[in-house]
């Protein structure tokens, strides 16, 4: 993890928790 966390569907997409990418939805909640 870089230290961000998701502001919307932090078990939707593991992907971009691990690397940094965005979600199938396609959304970039961070903060």
């Known amino acids: ?3 961000l ?3 919307i ?3 939707d997409s593991p ?3 691990v690397g940094g ?3 199938l939805r396609g ?3 961070w903060i």
């Open 5 to 7: 966390r998701p502001l």
């Open 21 to 23: 990418k965005p979600s």
């Open 15 to 17: 992907d971009r928790i």
């Open 27 to 29: 959304d970039w909640p």
């Open 9 to 11: 569907n932090p078990e």
């Open 1 to 3: 993890t870089c230290g």
